[in-house]
C-alpha cells in the first residue's frame, strides 16, 4: 500500500521565521511528488518534483525532492501571516489511473 | 475562464437520505477524482475515473457511489451506507501525468 507520511502536522511560528516541512513516501512506482497549499477550501498547486536535487523556487517558496532517501522539504523563508494554510504532500506512483496519493498535511499558523 | 465547479457548498442531510454532489470541469480532462477530507485525515480517494462510463474504486468507496456519462460531469452520491458522511468533500481533475490536479472548492456535508 501507498504511503505519504508528513511531519510536523502542526506548527505555529511567528513572522520572519524560516520553516521547513518534511514529506517521506512508500510507493511501489514513484513517477512525481507534489505539493500544495490549502487555506480554506480548494488546494492549490505548489510544485511538482520528478528529479532528486533540483530545487524548484517561487517567491519564498522552494522544494526539493531525494529519491534515494524517499523524502522531499517544502522550505518558506520569510514567513508571512498570509502563509498560514495546511501544506500537502502527494506522490503518483505510476500507473495509467493519474491519481494522487496524499499525507495527511502540515498545518501552518504564522503568527504577527 | 476553465476550472472545476462544485454544488453545492454547503449541503445538511438528515440520518437515512441519499444526497448527491455535484462536480462539473470545463477543461477538457479526461481524468477525474473524488476525495473526502477529515481533519487530521488529510485527503483519501473515495473513486475516480479515466474515461466516460468507466470509474474505479479508491480506498473508501463503501457507501458512495458515482457515474460519469459525460465528460465534463462527475457527481457523487452519498448514500445511507455510508456510516460518518460528515466530511468536506473535494473533487478534481487531471490532464495527464506530467500534470498536478485542479480542485474544486468543495462540499461541506453535515448530517443532522
Known amino acids: 500500500e501507498d504511503k505519504v507520511v508528513q511531519s510536523p502536522l502542526s506548527l505555529v511560528v511567528h513572522e520572519g521565521d524560516t520553516v521547513t516541512l518534511n514529506c517521506s513516501y512508500e510507493?511501489?512506482?514513484?513517477?512525481?511528488l507534489l505539493w500544495y497549499k490549502q487555506e480554506k477550501k480548494a488546494p492549490t498547486f505548489l510544485f511538482m518534483l520528478t528529479s532528486s536535487g533540483i530545487e524548484k523556487k517561487s517567491g519564498r517558496l522552494s522544494s526539493i525532492l531525494d529519491k534515494k532517501e524517499l523524502f522531499s522539504i517544502l522550505n518558506i523563508t520569510a514567513t508571512q501571516t498570509g502563509d498560514s494554510a495546511i501544506y500537502l504532500c502527494a506522490v503518483d506512483s505510476g500507473g495509467s489511473n493519474y491519481k494522487l496519493t496524499f499525507g495527511k498535511g502540515t498545518l501552518l499558523t504564522v503568527n504577527p | 475562464d476553465g476550472g472545476i465547479t462544485q454544488s453545492p457548498k454547503y449541503l445538511f442531510r438528515k440520518e437515512g437520505q441519499n444526497v448527491t454532489l455535484s462536480c462539473e470541469q470545463n477543461l477538457n480532462h479526461d481524468a477525474m477524482y473524488w476525495y473526502r477530507q477529515d481533519p487530521g485525515q488529510g485527503l483519501r480517494l473515495i473513486y475516480y475515473?479515466?474515461?466516460?462510463?468507466?470509474?474505479q474504486k479508491g480506498d473508501i468507496a463503501e457507501g458512495y457511489s458515482v457515474s460519469r456519462e459525460k465528460k465534463e460531469s462527475f457527481p457523487l452520491t452519498v448514500t445511507s451506507a455510508q456510516k460518518n458522511p460528515t466530511a468536506f468533500y473535494l473533487c478534481?481533475?487531471?490532464?495527464?501525468?506530467?500534470?498536478?490536479?485542479?480542485f474544486g472548492s468543495g462540499t461541506r456535508l453535515t448530517v443532522v
Open positions: 475515473s479515466q474515461i466516460v462510463n468507466d470509474f
Open positions: 478534481a481533475s487531471r490532464p495527464h501525468e506530467k500534470s498536478g490536479y485542479t
Open positions: 510507493v511501489t512506482n514513484f513517477r512525481s
